[in-house]
């Protein structure tokens, strides 16, 4: 192999790796920028939990915690914009809804589960700008 061809090959080899490099980072923020921010649920001593979190347009959060059948726990959130909300858990397949509203803004209630499951509390922001939430659990 001539000195042409060799330092063809190696720009070529350094082109590879450097587009190799871009799509590997490109197809990282694609995943992150897909899913859900999960938020663990940390119960202080006196049995409560609250978080403000920041939702990007288009994304969603939930706080899960597996509650016992009889757990009451209280909750209640506020955003400055309207958010899907939905306090769920799955049984096999099927996913079932204690709780599901749309847009709203503002909201609490009591869960009192009625079997031992992992609860999700959901927020998804539909809308065209980041918004942030306001969310408190209170074990009961």
Known sequence: MD?????????????????????????????????????????????????????????????CEKLPKGAKVAWSFDAPTPLDFNIHFHEGKQVRFPAKKNQVAKDGGTLNPKVEQDYCWMWTNKGTSETTLRMKLVKG
């Not at 060799?6 to 995943?31: F, N, P």
């Not at 921010?37 to 706080?63: T, Y």
């Open 3 to 63: 000195r042409l061809q060799s330092g063809t090959a190696a720009a070529y080899s350094e082109q590879m790796k450097t587009l190799t490099l871009t799509l590997a980072v490109t197809a990282l923020a694609l995943c992150e920028s897909a899913t859900a921010q999960m938020i663990p649920i940390d119960w202080d001593a006196s049995g409560q939990f609250s978080k403000e979190v920041a939702i990007a347009p288009g994304k969603f959060v939930e706080a």
